[in-house]
């Protein structure tokens, strides 16, 4: 097998045409450069130099025709050498993140994939779009290793969690619901107003807020009508049958016959954790925590 240090030795002799000098490129004794140049020779059964005067060296033919394949292969050799010490450090090979829906339309996710580019440009990562709850699952048995997920008041062990994106609820409705004539929608107006909630059913969250909502304004907590995710939630409401407390950030999706009216009298906000194993790797884990600092 071709040896990396035999390659480089005979590059620089074919650059500087002159053994000493190759020598003091690369920081070694003339007689290293020598020893290393024949026994590349040996391995290819050719002279690839001449030798009649060490101050005036030439490639040979042989030395000519192989002289792009030297300068591939050690360029080769050491691409391999960094992403082995990447995949080392975890700056290289996959990195699987689960994210909600709203990490999405909030440009969370995006500003860690740019952050994760522009530092790390040889992680493989693979994203998955995943409910809170599968994403817990899946980050405790090893299938994620990153998380963009819904706060919950406790994480399993091994697993770390921190607030990275925090922003206000609104109310998504259809275009022709009466409560749209308002610049803003008082708490007391949704007395009787059906919920769709795409909370996957728990009892966290979302399902949580409205549950505040419904305290603050006075009124039984209302029907809910439970989706499996935001974009249902969204047209069922743009369809009239009920309307949903959403983050701000699903305003981006431009969904014909869905408006959006802030809370006039609730000042509701909703958060992003990011969660990480204890092994996710620490180069990544260190640039998206830095990427998405609240």
Request: charged share 25%.
């Amino acid at each position: 097998m071709l040896d990396g240090d035999q390659l480089e030795v005979f590059l620089a002799i074919a650059e500087t045409r002159h053994f000493v000098r190759a020598a003091d490129r690369l920081g070694i004794a003339q007689s290293v450069v020598s020893k290393r140049l024949q026994r590349l020779e040996d391995r290819l059964g050719a002279r690839l130099v001449t030798r009649g005067s060490r101050k005036d060296v030439t490639l040979t033919r042989a030395g000519q025709l192989f002289l792009d394949e030297a300068r591939a292969a050690l360029a080769s050799l050491r691409q391999a050498e960094r992403i082995g010490r990447n995949i080392a450090r975890g700056a290289a090979g996959p990195l699987r993140i689960g994210y909600v829906f709203s990490a999405a339309m909030s440009g969370t996710l995006a500003r860690a994939l740019r952050a994760l580019r522009d530092a790390l440009p040889d992680l493989d990562v693979r994203l998955s779009l995943m409910e809170t709850p599968v994403q817990f699952d899946r980050i405790v048995s090893g299938e994620i290793d990153i998380g963009l997920t819904r706060p919950r008041p406790s994480y399993p062990p091994a697993i770390t969690a921190r607030t990275v994106h925090r922003e206000r609820l609104v109310l998504a409705l259809a275009d022709d619901h009466p409560l749209t004539r308002h610049a803003a929608v008082r708490l007391a107006d949704l007395a009787g107003e059906p919920f769709i909630m795409p909370q996957f059913h728990e009892e966290v969250g979302l399902a949580e807020a409205v549950r505040d909502l419904s305290r603050a304004g006075g009124f039984p907590m209302p029907t809910l009508h439970r989706t499996d995710d935001f974009i249902s939630a969204a047209v069922l409401a743009a369809a009239g049958r009920g309307v949903v407390l959403a983050p701000a950030s699903l305003q981006h999706l431009a969904l014909d016959g869905l408006t959006f009216r802030p809370l006039a009298d609730h000042a509701a906000t909703v958060e992003l954790a990011l969660l990480c194993r204890d092994d996710t790797p620490a180069a990544a884990r260190g640039v998206i925590e830095k990427a998405l600092a609240l």
